[in-house]
């Protein structure tokens, strides 16, 4: 099924996100963390390349076949364009196809360490062109509430993604962020700019003071002093800081409901008690907005 089909029929989408395990730690090590993710009904839940950004293309689709044939769950396959030849991305769409995973998540991609890009693509509306010729797949892409650490501004940013908007993007999942008010101010924006595709809040619990560092050398992502209070006064403490980060996350949650947003996307971090911990806080409420819209 098309994700795209989710959201029409729905108020609030609920996902979530998982990564494979790493090339040198067996894929069966991810079916227990699928076993758990599974009782929390998400409507469907995309799959990366790998930890640390490492390119991981067929547990990606492994693992996306694997939420489809065995657990009923829709899937999301990631795919990035940066450092793939049209040879290469035909080869994965062609497994993508045999394996009847219909979603896409259509990213450029991060550059590489080493500088030396092979790709035949530079920007993720040419890879959103390159899927839609080969197939009939359903394609979200990626948007920035505070702006792409590339960009020079928001507007410059907006300006890129209605261009992928336009070459046939279905829907949007935001980077992470914190506070709502960015959030809400993007949406606006986005709007101002004709980009009328559902846009879908990426949320993470930040359960340790690890995960901090690496948002913010990823996205430079904006934290409030309310959270910075959490870091301050928790972070020596990992229960601690993981109970308040959960607590956190769900605060968010419930305000960007109660604002009429498309859709949540829980990056998990394949933590499956974090994940159940906020579904099952919130998980009534998503319930009853679409079971109102239903009616």
Excluded: W
């Excluded at 079916?31 to 599974?38: F, M, P, S």
């Excluded at 101002?192 to 913010?216: C, F, H, L, T, W």
């Amino acid at each position: 099924m098309k994700i795209k089909k989710l959201f029409a029929e729905k108020k609030v989408v609920f996902s979530l996100e998982v990564f494979p395990p790493r090339n040198d730690v067996p894929i069966e090590d991810i079916y227990q963390t699928l076993d758990e993710l599974q009782d929390i009904d998400p409507d469907y839940i995309s799959v990366t390349y790998g930890a640390g950004g490492g390119l991981n293309k067929n547990r990606t689709v492994e693992i996306s076949s694997l939420l489809k044939e065995k657990y009923g769950i829709e899937s999301l396959a990631h795919l990035t364009c940066i450092n793939s030849t049209r040879k290469t991305l035909n080869q994965i769409l062609d497994n993508l196809k045999a394996k009847n995973i219909e979603n896409i998540l259509a990213l450029r991609g991060d550059h590489p360490d080493d500088g030396k890009e092979i790709g035949d693509y530079t920007y993720a509306y040419q890879l959103v062109d390159h899927i839609k010729q080969k197939g009939d797949f359903g394609i979200a892409a990626a948007c920035y509430p505070e702006g792409h650490l590339e960009s020079d501004s928001l507007e410059e940013d907006l300006i890129h993604l209605k261009q992928k908007v336009d070459h046939g993007v279905d829907y949007l999942i935001t980077q992470m962020f914190f506070e709502n008010e960015l959030f809400y101010k993007f949406r606006d924006k986005a709007a101002a700019k004709g980009i009328d595709v559902p846009i879908e809040a990426g949320i993470m619990p930040v359960i340790n003071k690890r995960q901090v560092s690496r948002i913010i050398e990823l996205s430079d992502a904006y934290l409030p002093k309310k959270f910075t209070k959490i870091l301050d006064k928790y972070g020596d403490n990992d229960q601690a800081l993981r109970d308040a980060g959960i607590a956190y996350a769900v605060e968010q949650i419930v305000d960007l409901i109660a604002s009429d947003v498309d859709g949540i996307h829980l990056y998990t971090m394949n933590n499956p008690y974090v994940a159940k911990k906020i579904k099952a806080a919130v998980g009534s409420l998503i319930d009853y907005i679409n079971v109102e819209k239903a009616d």
